[in-house]
């Protein structure tokens, strides 16, 4: 069975509905998977979308179609587009979000202009992306959407800072239970710390933790704690609490300071 799946900024809104309505109505045997419809609005839900679209689309059968509607205003530098990468197909604006999700340049990629968005140009998801994640999951080629499209708006990821003997980080996604997201690797920390011992603080709170944690309930209740979690990104939290609420973190804007201690 094909995969559809939807990443938006919607929330719960009723187009949502409809766009599973129409995809529901022109392919019955497409199974339709939400990813997330909740990226927040303008520049962040870019970041946001391809966090969780990055780090999630391994895990679908290949062929599935991924429609992304975030920030998805047509101009003649964003185009509606369709991307063949690793297998997988993405239908959506290149408004940088696709240079964030790929890790090189896709297969195949073409400017999708077999459908209008004419008749609803504030929501191409409707009018543009639907028909054409619909085509792609009916096993149709996907040259037949449109011209070749030669390369991907750049936008380049937030990197942490390393040195001898630190990182700075800084969060760049809070999910659902306050945890915070940083941009450091389990690499970067490996290769920085070299099995040193270290204190890491998170906002420049006096707070330092001082080890990994492999599960959640190795810290107590209320206390902070750091973990890789299942993408190998350093994640920061507070057992049984919301660590994002009770130290008031945000995206691209709190940092992490790892400093390591020389024997």
């Excluded at 290949?62 to 197909?89: F, M, N």
């Excluded at 993405?90 to 408004?95: A, E, L, Q």
Aim: charged residues 20%; glycine residues 6%; proline residues 6%.
């Amino acid at each position: 069975m094909a995969v559809i799946t939807l990443t938006t900024g919607w929330m719960d809104d009723f187009y949502v509905a409809a766009l599973k309505g129409i995809l529901a109505s022109y392919a019955p045997d497409v199974r339709i998977i939400d990813i997330s419809h909740r990226a927040p609005a303008f520049q962040f839900g870019i970041d946001h979308a391809a966090y969780l679209l990055r780090h999630c689309y391994v895990y679908y059968p290949k062929g599935t179609v991924h429609l992304i509607s975030v920030e998805s205003e047509y101009t003649e530098e964003t185009p509606y587009i369709a991307a063949w990468y690793d297998h997988q197909y993405f239908v959506g604006t290149d408004n940088g979000i696709f240079s964030l999700i790929f890790s090189s340049p896709p297969q195949k990629m073409v400017k999708i202009e077999k459908y209008s968005d004419e008749l609803s140009p504030n929501y191409p998801a409707i009018s543009v992306f639907a028909p054409a994640a619909i085509h792609l999951a009916c096993g149709r080629k996907m040259e037949e959407l449109g011209s070749p499209y030669p390369d991907l708006n750049p936008k380049h990821p937030l990197l942490p800072v390393l040195n001898q003997s630190s990182i700075t980080g800084t969060i760049i996604y809070i999910n659902v239970f306050g945890n915070g997201i940083t941009n450091i690797t389990r690499e970067d920390f490996e290769k920085v710390g070299k099995g040193r011992p270290f204190e890491m603080m998170i906002q420049r709170v006096s707070h330092k933790i001082t080890r990994i944690n492999k599960y959640f309930h190795e810290t107590t209740s209320g206390e902070q704690l750091a973990l890789f979690n299942l993408s190998g990104y350093l994640e920061v939290a507070m057992n049984r609490g919301n660590l994002a609420e009770v130290l008031h973190l945000n995206v691209q804007e709190s940092n992490v300071i790892i400093k390591f201690i020389n024997a």
